[in-house]
Nanobody, 127 residues
């Protein structure tokens, strides 16, 4: 059974940095993507970034491009999201998700492409 556990959220001042970690277990497929989504109060869940586990192809939302880096650690089965220059509008619950992905494909930005989700970690950016 696939399990995803996020950690690293917290309270940070605007302009600060944060690193989120997603620990994955139970993954049996060789071809999949791991992604981060976020959901702010009163808003729909939105894509932040994703990475192809096999090829390292990545995709970023325009709202975080240049301020965020997604990376993976195969040995630990974890995905990291490093965020800098944080803004109050980055405040949200951040979710890790995994879904099957064809080899060499770019991760999808649709939540429908992901089958398993973590419980989320709160990120709050104060102004």
């Amino acid at each position: 059974q696939v399990q995803l556990v996020e950690s690293g959220g917290g309270l940070v001042q605007a302009g600060g940095s944060l690193r989120l970690t997603c620990a994955a277990s139970g993954l049996t497929s060789s071809y999949y993507a791991l992604a981060w989504f976020r959901q702010a109060p009163g808003k729909e869940r939105e894509f932040v970034t994703g990475i192809n586990w096999t090829t390292d192809n990545t995709k970023y939302a325009d709202s975080v491009k240049g301020r965020s880096t997604i990376s993976r650690d195969n040995a630990k089965n974890t995905v990291l999201l490093q965020m800098s220059s944080l803004k109050p509008e980055d405040t949200a619950i951040y979710y890790c998700a995994v879904g099957r992905l064809p080899p060499a494909a770019i991760p999808s930005d649709s939540s429908h492409s992901y089958d398993y989700w973590g419980q989320g970690t709160q990120v709050t950016v104060s102004s």
